[in-house]
């Protein structure tokens, strides 16, 4: 059974259609990337995921319950980390919550993205990729079901980027979270999705699936590699 | 003593020493006539003077009396008043307009009106020095919660706070350093309010202790309390940047950071 499901969703921002009749179905699990041109609608699809926009036309459920207000079973990555910077890092975690459950579980998700000794630090004095990897720890406070990537490591250094590829999907795996990115970089999309959209003319272009993900073989690479001439061609190709 | 300490300790007051050591000179070599620029050791001997008398402390904690009453009342005023504008459409719609129409009048042309109203008394001069304080805490309040970063808001609702939570977390602590520059902004208003508040119809304060001798031209004493006024303006001063320092701590680690 499908965790996600949209059936005919559309969506325009004044005259302008961003997304037309979009139906795909995310099962439990899955880590798929969204790519495509910049502008193409694959942000659109994630806030509706999200709840923080309404679709014009259509449906988008999880677990078979229709998302019309804030999805809270769902928790959104952004492009920029939108710390509260008045807050440190542990407090940015607990949102005003200090019972000791929630303190052990923000301990708890700043060791896992390695950045436990600096709980009290205030977001300022941390480089772009440590931001990142709080934004991800509260990201995963409410333990949710759905994590979603709003092309979060679109501002970082390619360094810091590998890095935080790595512990995404690391800590992906390790929970189980269904995982939802959007990326424009399609080398990014083929690194860590099983699954790859192609989100192209208002819609899903091409569906591809990356079943060597996790291999490290030099057969492996090149498929990926020709996977991700295939995704770059169907972006690229004005059809 | 390190190079930052000295630079952070002492060179803000080189300046002020400076000026009084030239005063000084300016008035033993006669440059210039004492009997309308006092030589500072004049008026530091009138001020012991009206120390020993009494007059002194009770004018200064008469002033202090009439700026604290006014700043917390028209302060606390302005500060909800914002609150509510910031916060509800429905509030600002209907009183926004008059309160920035309000704003625009000056000061001094609500004297007559004031005296009317409450006569000479101290509510007329605590009154007076409200109505300073309200309009800057108004205006700072209002633009800090209405200028909160959008995208920190989204990120609120995205997480799904409460209205309480969203407050505490996210709107009030993002509106403090505007409402803060408000709090040193109507620090400033109120002693220039307590000053002319003082010199209508006064019998105490150090207002009145100025205009007082200036009847007698007492120019010593118009000195001292000029003085009094700088002194008590740092004092405000430096109030406001500990509320900075402290309320704020989170900038001050950011700006440590881009001093380095």
Redesign the interface.
Known sequence: MALIELDGVSKKYGDKTVLKNVSLKISEGDFVALCGMSGGGKSTLLRLISGLEKADSGSIKQENKEISTINSDARMMFQDDRLLPWQTVIQNLLFGDKSEERIKLAKRLLDRVGLIDYQNSFPASLSGGQRQRVALARALMSQPKVLLLDEPLGALDALTRRNMQDLIIKVCSETNITTILVTHDVQEAVRMADKIWIIKNQGIAKELTNPERNNQTAEAQLKKDQLVETALSCILDNN | MTKSTFKKKFLPWLLPIVIILFWQLAVQLKWIQSEFLPAPTEVVQTAIVDWKKGILQKNISISLFRATCGFVIGGGMGFILGLLSGTSKLFRKTFDSTIQMLRTIPNMALIPLVVLILGIGEPAKICFVALACLFPMYINTYHGITSIDP??L??G?????NTV?MF???IF??A?PTILMGVRYALGTMWTALIVAETVSADSGIGYMSTNAQQYVDVKTIYLCIIIYAFLGELSNYIAKNLETIF????N??RS?TEE
């Open positions: 995208d920190l989204e990120m609702k995205s997480y799904q706070l939570q505490k977390q996210i602590p993002g403090l704020l701590e989170w900038r680690s950011a950071l």
